[in-house]
């Protein structure tokens, strides 16, 4: 069965390093999203990605955040410099064009900030 | 805005004892309600629609558009049940976010 593929499964950074967080969607998903999950929280959603652009982004996908594909196949979610809050569990999920509104997710990468 | 409530952090129940995780959307428009489930160290997976008005591993839902709820049940709780469950929110557009509840966890002793 196909997977979303993201790595690294777990990253540890200092407070205001960059870091980019990787995803494989399935490859005939046109649909991609990015999810985070603060320990205890609730699954939050950070942004939608369709047609190489962003087609909807939360509060929370303040200017230290960025996605992009760079090629045919990763969806990156960059944050530009880091703060102890974003520590979270990032999940990324795509789905395909047509269908019902039926997420596949990654098995999430766990970033901590210190 | 849309917003899902799922009022229990924790469900424990023994094997063999009818489970009922419970779910109150808000919701402006019409909804598609989910119920996504996470397996210890085992991803986000949907587990039923209600849309596609079926049971998966002896779980059902019904979405109660008066009550607006969307509770999963099941008549009998096995220990493999135990895990993470969230129910989920989107509009019927392609474009519609996907919100998720806190989540319940369920676990089912022997």
């Known amino acids: 069965e196909p997977e979303v593929t993201q790595t690294p499964s777990h990253q540890v950074t200092q407070m205001g390093q960059e870091v980019i967080l990787r995803c494989v969607p399935i490859?005939?998903?046109?649909?991609f999203y990015w999810y985070r999950q603060i320990l205890g929280q609730k699954v939050e959603f950070l942004v939608s990605?369709?047609?190489?652009?962003?087609?909807?982004k939360s509060e929370i996908f303040d200017d230290q955040f960025s996605v992009e594909r760079p090629d045919g196949s990763n969806f990156t979610l960059k944050i530009r410099s880091t703060k102890l809050e974003d520590s979270a569990m990032y999940f990324c999920?795509?789905?395909?064009?047509?269908?019902?509104?039926?997420?596949?997710f990654g098995a999430g990468s766990r970033l901590t900030v210190l | 805005a849309q917003r899902v409530t799922q009022p229990e952090k924790l469900l424990s129940v023994f094997k063999g004892a009818p489970v009922e995780l419970k779910c109150n959307y808000s919701?402006?428009?019409?909804?598609?309600l989910f119920w996504y489930v996470q397996y210890s160290r085992q991803r986000l997976q949907l587990l039923l629609r209600?849309?596609s008005r079926e049971s998966i591993k002896g779980f059902t839902a019904d979405l109660n558009k008066g009550e607006t709820s969307f509770h999963l049940k099941k008549p009998f709780a096995q220990e493999e049940d135990s895990a993470m469950y969230y129910c989920?929110?989107?509009?019927?557009?392609?474009?519609?976010?996907?919100?998720f509840g806190k989540g319940t966890m369920l676990l089912v002793s022997p």
């Open positions: 490859s005939n998903h046109l649909y």
């Open positions: 999920a795509s789905r395909e064009i047509s269908g019902a509104n039926v997420l596949t």
């Open positions: 209600h849309i």
């Open positions: 919701y402006s428009g019409s909804p598609e």
């Open positions: 989920a929110l989107s509009g019927h557009s392609g474009y519609s976010t996907l919100t």
């Open positions: 990605f369709y047609n190489n652009e962003i087609s909807e």
